[in-house]
């Protein structure tokens, strides 16, 4: 099976970002000028570089992280509005069985995101090798501790830019 070139996946995956940014409006959340959008295509490009993908894994397991990352979005969004109603219990000085059932309500979400996880995973069996899918688990822990150090980094010149 031939092998990707690499200019062309990066096009095919900055394509929709390059077309959503000229039809796009500053602020429009269905845009992809979030930097949050940015980084997400940047770490599936650099995902596909490091896994060294065929054409036909690279197609199915984009398709399959999209549906993986969008659940996860959602499942993030449902564990946001529970710790909302935690801060509403907060706030109107609610009884400890009121409690009781929010945190249930958050331990709920917080299963079915490492349910998701985990269903996601072994479901790339039949794309990825073993050997790709441990690159993948290394290649997530690099990610995020980059991210991580370059917010860290982002934070620090702007206290100096503040300073000055």
Do not use: C, Y
Not at 64 to 83: F, I, P
Not at 136 to 145: A, D
């Amino acid at each position: 099976m031939k092998r990707f070139p690499r200019w062309s996946l990066a096009g095919l995956l900055l394509l929709p970002l390059m077309l959503s940014a000229q039809t796009g409006r500053p602020g429009d959340p269905q845009g992809s000028d979030r930097p949050f959008d940015r980084i997400e295509n940047l770490r599936k490009v650099r995902l596909v570089e490091v896994l060294e993908l065929k054409e036909d894994q690279s197609v199915r397991f984009l398709a399959r992280m999209n549906d993986h990352d969008k659940a996860r979005r959602d499942l993030m969004k449902e564990r946001g509005e529970a710790l909302d109603r935690l801060e509403r219990l907060i706030r109107n000085k609610a009884d400890d069985s009121e409690f009781e059932k929010a945190f249930a309500d958050v331990a709920a979400v917080d299963d079915r995101v490492t349910a998701e996880r985990k269903s996601f995973f072994s479901g790339l069996s039949d794309i990825l090798t073993p050997t790709q899918r441990a690159k993948m688990l290394i290649f997530e822990r690099r990610f995020e501790k980059e991210l991580r150090e370059a917010m860290r980094e982002a934070q620090r010149r702007r206290k100096e830019q503040e300073s000055k």
